[in-house]
């Protein structure tokens, strides 16, 4: 009997490590991916001036925010494999961050997969993978469909990027 009490009470510790493992996960899967930005009402943004493209907005961390031209409004191309190279910047429904520089409307969109996905003059925004550092707009005009968010609310119009080959662009 003893054996079989010793079974049960590994068996719930597995159970409490693995549902803690999971819950973890899960708060991780708000994170945006390479350069941040938190999620939440907290979200930190900034303007940043990256070479040729110009003023644009950046995490806080001064990661380049991209939008797919594809999108606009509630029609959200970007999800799957798309979504894990082009990680969206999640916010709390309602989030209006204060941007200095920043001339656009804030809003939020509710993404397929649920989650709330902060947006600028309508347009869903995102990072990049291909960025591995602070200041680079690696995504740059990849697939004539990505292209960096001006402080102005515009997608920026420079050349493509050089550096951006092989990003996966198209949902």
């Not at 941040?36 to 644009?56: D, E, F, N, R």
């Not at 797919?68 to 970007?78: H, Q, R, Y």
């Amino acid at each position: 009997m003893n054996g079989k009490r010793m079974g049960r009470t590994q068996l719930a510790v597995v159970v409490v490590g693995v549902a803690g493992l999971l819950l973890s996960a899960c708060s991780k899967a708000t994170n945006t991916g390479s350069g941040g930005g938190g999620s939440g009402s907290g979200v930190q943004l900034q303007t940043k001036a990256i070479g040729s493209v110009g003023t644009v907005l950046a995490t806080a961390k001064g990661f380049t925010l991209y939008h797919n031209t594809e999108e606009s409004g509630s029609n959200i191309a970007c999800t799957g494999t798309c979504a894990s190279t082009w990680p969206p910047l999640l916010a709390a429904a309602g989030t209006t961050p204060q941007v200095s520089g920043a001339s656009g409307t804030w809003g939020t969109i509710k993404r397929p997969d649920g989650q709330t996905q902060l947006t600028y003059n309508n347009q869903p925004l995102y990072t990049y993978s291909g960025d591995t550092a602070a200041g680079q707009a690696n995504g740059q005009g990849l697939g004539g469909i990505w292209f960096a968010e001006t402080a102005s609310g515009t997608v920026a119009s420079s050349s493509p990027s050089s550096a951006g080959g092989g990003g996966y662009y198209h949902p």
